[in-house]
Structures are given as C-alpha cells and as structure tokens.
C-alpha cells in the first residue's frame, strides 16, 4: 500500500479497496440516503418488475421533440443530480445534492452510428426512452447511485453493475430556448453484466429494470443481443483520447499523491477495445425516467410547462407503460 495512500478521504478509500470493510459511518449514510431519498423515489412504486414490455408499448409522447431539439446542440451535455453523504456533523441535513456536467450518448439499445467506431455492434431489434451517459467507476458518482437504492446497495458493490437510485438529469436546450428536466432512477452496467460465471445480483437486476423499458423494435435478431456486445459499442464510440482518460489518476485525489498503479498517467490515448486498465474503470449509466418535464420559453410571454408522468402499472397491477400528460404553469 503506498505510504501517501492516508491523503485519501475515508470515502475513497472504500471505493478504491484500500480498506477490506465497509467504515461504520458510511454504513450509516447508507440507511441514511435510503431514507432520504424514499420521498424521491414514491413515484417508482407504479412501475413494473416484468423484464419485458409489451408490444403495445410505444414511445414516450416527449421522445421526438426531445431528440430534434439534442440535434440542435453542438454538444448535448447536460447536469446530473445525484446524493452525496454530508461529511458536515453540523450539517442541517444528512445528505447534500452533487451536480455535474455529463454528455447525453444516446437511448440505451440505439447507440449513434459512428463510422470510427470498430466495436462489433448489437442489430437494431431494440430501443427504449432511457438516456445514457459514460462514466469512470471511480467517480463519486457510481457509489451515490448505489448507496441511495431502494436496495440499500453497499459500497464494494459499485465495483459491478447495479445500482437505482434517484437522480435528476437537467438539459438546457438554448437552440430551442427549452429545458428537459428527467427525473428517475440511474443503473450502472458494468463488464460483469454479462459473461461466464454466477450472475450478479446487480446485473440481474439492472437487466430486470433496464429490460422492462426496451422495446422490441424487430424480433429477427432478439435472441442474439448482447448487454456485453452494447457496452463495448459504447466504449469504441468515443475518441482515442477519451478511452485513454479511464486510465488517468484516480479522480479527486491530491496530485501530491503519486499513482499507486503505474498504469494511471494522463494523456493517454487507447486503440484496444478491450484495453484491460481502461475497460476495469469503464462503465455505461442508463437513467430510467419516472418524470419528464419540458419547459418552453420561446415565446417569453408565453412560457409553457408539461409533466409527462410513467404510469407502470394499473389499478389492477396490470402493466400499460403509459404516459400521463398534464401541462402546468410555467
């Protein structure tokens, strides 16, 4: 272990493995955001845990407005809330919002075409109204999403798939003069969503979740998709030079503290689609909408706001994968 390994907050050190046990207080904000986040999460209790949707099922109402306005956008980046523990005793709060800046990389199952991209690629037999982004497992933002599951996910966990919990994803579209508010659930999926071996119990459920809002576009095909083969796509989807940023120093540490693995230097670029360091850390995030709001303010004085709300389930527990529209004020 290397002697400067100590700089690292409590937080990391859990993540990175650095102690073999979970700390007894992150322990505790794990019941904490759980509770915390409950009142986030009451909407996802109409939703189904089928893994398929039926044919019936079309797209959202907000899908082809939303996607003609991300054509508008040089770069369809776009902030993501999520939980984060207060490390504040004196804090009023036990929990505190975390925001950044993510790039939108298309509907799960539709990754963009990129002529560059040598992945080997699942056919279109599928699509869905779930936004992606990429992320580097390492970030804060993979154990948030863990530990504020209704699964009550621990933290060593975060290594695998997985995940659940609350996130808002907000889009500001200047071109259309619109935002996009998406409010749900985000899961992770990880290099063990699929392989040899005993599956997870988050690749289960990630699959079980993510799968209920696919929509089957074209049976001839089904059987062969693979959730390993659209990771990888994703992955060869990005520039050399972005692939090689998964095997950068770890992010948010001291740049006093040396590298403990060799491997970690910045400025990489990586060709190898498998390239081992780059795909450990690599990881796709699916946002699973329960709410959508659109606020349009392209005619000032005539600001409009709709909330397209996922209706799962009926009163009879019967599955509809609906959408209820109702506009507000603005």
Same mark, same amino acid.
């Given at each position: ?9 409590? +937080?990391?050190?859990? !993540? ?6 979970? #700390? ?5 904000? &794990?019941? !904490? ?5 409950? @009142? ?13 949707? =039926?044919a019936s099922v079309g797209p959202a109402p907000w899908r082809p407005l939303f996607l003609s306005h991300l054509s508008k956008m040089d770069s369809?980046? &776009?902030? $993501?809330?999520?939980?984060? %523990? ?5 804090? %009023?709060? =036990?929990? #505190?919002? @975390?925001?950044?800046?993510? !790039? ?10 990129? @002529? ?13 109204? $779930?936004?992606? +982004?990429?992320?580097? *497992? @390492? ?6 999403? +863990? ?7 621990? *933290? ?15 889009f500001w579209v200047k071109e259309a003069m619109t935002q996009w508010r998406f409010k749900g659930e985000a899961y992770i999926v990880g290099q ?11 690749? /289960? ?32 989807? $990005? ?6 940023? +998964? ?6 540490? =001291? ?26 850390? &690599? ?13 349009? #303010? ?5 600001? /409009? ?14 599955? !509809? ?6 506009? #507000?004020?603005?």
């Amino acid at each position: 272990m290397h002697k400067h390994i100590k700089t690292i907050t409590s +937080f990391q050190q859990v !993540i990175y493995g650095t102690y073999r046990t979970v #700390l007894p207080e992150r322990k505790k904000f &794990f019941n !904490i955001a759980s509770k915390a986040s409950s @009142r986030l999460l009451r909407l996802a209790r109409t939703m189904s845990t089928s893994t398929t949707t =039926p044919a019936s099922v079309g797209p959202a109402p907000w899908r082809p407005l939303f996607l003609s306005h991300l054509s508008k956008m040089d770069s369809p980046e &776009f902030v $993501l809330s999520s939980l984060h %523990p207060s490390n504040d005793k004196n804090s %009023p709060t =036990p929990y #505190l919002p @975390r925001a950044r800046y993510c !790039i939108y990389r298309g509907m799960w199952a539709e990754l963009p075409e990129n @002529r560059r991209n040598e992945a080997p690629r699942n056919d279109r037999v599928y699509e869905s109204d $779930l936004p992606t +982004f990429t992320t580097d *497992v @390492r970030m804060e933002k993979v154990p948030e999403i +863990f530990a504020s599951s209704q699964g009550h996910g621990e *933290v060593e966990q975060s290594q695998g798939s997985g995940g659940g919990g609350p996130v808002e994803a907000v889009f500001w579209v200047k071109e259309a003069m619109t935002q996009w508010r998406f409010k749900g659930e985000a899961y992770i999926v990880g290099q063990d969503i699929e392989g040899s071996g005993q599956e997870s119990s988050g690749a /289960r459920t990630v699959k079980t979740k993510i799968g209920e809002r696919m929509r089957v576009v074209r049976e001839d095909g089904k059987d062969n998709w693979s959730w390993g083969k659209e990771i990888t796509a994703h992955f060869g989807n $990005l520039s050399p030079g972005m692939r090689g940023g +998964f095997k950068n120093p770890i992010p948010g540490t =001291p740049v006093s503290q040396p590298p403990s693995d060799p491997n970690w230097t910045l400025g990489q670029k990586v060709s190898d689609l498998n390239d081992e360091v780059a795909r450990k850390n &690599f990881r796709v995030v699916v946002i699973k909408p329960i709410e959508v709001e659109q606020l349009d #303010l392209s005619v000032p004085d005539k600001a /409009r706001r709709w909330r397209f709300t996922y209706i799962g389930l009926n009163g009879d527990g019967e599955k !509809i994968g609906e959408w209820k529209k109702e506009e #507000l004020w603005p």
